[in-house]
């Protein structure tokens, strides 16, 4: 009888071993470490800083509008018969200059720097509605003042302390633009202030 020749093991075919182990060597493949991504910024400072500079534009050119009428508006006060001293000359001129002009440049660059990020930019957006709160109380009790004596002028007796009332109302609603416009310039540091430099 013959024998049939035992068969070799690569003959049967089946593979045997561990596949991708080539060996001792170290794998340099980086992609099986655990990635690590960093937190994206918030995008609360890009969208704010935008408003505020447009805000910023548009308020300081009607500012610059406003600085060039101011010679007209005491013109058209002494006309009707009210005398405008020089403290309230000056003080139309000091208002339109810092108040219509300064501040709104200055709530544009404090746009600027939240726009990129920077913690000082709220600061001085807050720091301008600040001083703008100030001229705009100085606005309203000068407004009173001519206010009371054009009723003079006319002879309203019976509306005796309008120009007072009007001062007051002039000095809560500044208050309140200034509180409202205080808020949304601080929505940034208050939203993602771990964002800002």
């Not at 690569?10 to 182990?21: A, C, D, F, Q, R």
């Not at 406003?66 to 009210?82: N, P």
């Not at 509605?129 to 100085?138: A, E, K, M, S």
Request: aromatic residues 10%; negative net charge; glycine residues 18%.
């Amino acid at each position: 009888m013959d024998e049939e020749p035992n068969q070799d093991a690569s003959e049967g075919g089946t593979l045997e071993g561990t596949p991708g182990n080539t060996g001792t060597q170290v794998n340099g493949n980086v992609y099986q470490q655990p990635m690590s991504y960093a937190p994206l910024k918030s995008q609360v400072p890009k969208v704010f800083g935008a408003f505020m500079m447009i805000y910023g534009v548009i308020f300081g050119l009607f500012g610059i509008i406003g600085l060039f009428s101011v010679g007209m508006t005491i013109s058209d006060y002494e006309e009707v018969g009210i005398s405008i001293s020089g403290l309230q000359t000056a003080w139309f001129y000091i208002s339109a200059i810092s108040g219509g002009v300064l501040v709104h440049a200055a709530i544009t660059f404090g746009g600027y720097e939240t726009y990129n990020y920077k913690r000082r930019g709220v600061m001085i957006g807050l720091g301008a509605i600040g001083l703008g709160l100030v001229f705009d109380f100085g606005d309203s009790l000068v407004v009173g003042g001519i206010v009371e004596q054009f009723l003079d002028i006319q002879g309203e007796g019976e509306l005796e302390g309008l120009g007072a009332l009007i001062s007051g109302f002039g000095v809560v609603m500044s208050i309140v633009c200034a509180a409202v416009c205080g808020l949304l310039v601080a929505i940034p540091l208050l939203a993602s202030g771990n964002d800002l430099e």
